[in-house]
């Protein structure tokens, strides 16, 4: 069973930064794509950032240029850096892994708070 642990959470201020990390207990390269979604309470879970094996990644409108998704292949971990932080960004980040079969994996979700 794969297993997705995130971690790097917190609080921060706005305009503060974090790094997510996502430790995966299989090689990354047998994934179609690994990923960060969020998700707020009452709200549908929304694709953040998406690194796929071939290709380029792609982000949300809402982070593009503020946060930034790579992976260490060696180490088997996705990291999902975030800067210049805004209150709306606050949500449960999870981190996802799609199989090449449409399946899909996740993390157990890390909490990011953005608040003065």
């Known amino acids: 069973q794969v297993q997705l642990v995130e971690s790097g959470g917190g609080l921060v201020q706005p305009g503060g930064s974090l790094r997510l990390s996502c430790a995966v207990s299989e090689s990354i390269f047998m994934f179609k794509a690994m990923g960060w979604y969020r998700q707020t309470p009452g709200s549908q879970r929304e694709l953040v950032a998406q690194?796929?094996?071939?290709?380029?990644?792609i982000y949300a409108d809402s982070v593009k240029g503020r946060f930034t998704i790579s992976s260490d292949v060696v180490k088997n971990t996705v990291f999902l850096q975030m800067d210049n932080l805004k209150p709306e960004d606050t949500a449960t980040y999870y981190c996802n892994a799609e199989e090449p079969s449409g399946s899909h994996y996740w993390g157990q979700g890390t909490q990011v708070t953005v608040s003065s």
């Open positions: 690194r796929p094996r071939y290709g380029s990644s």
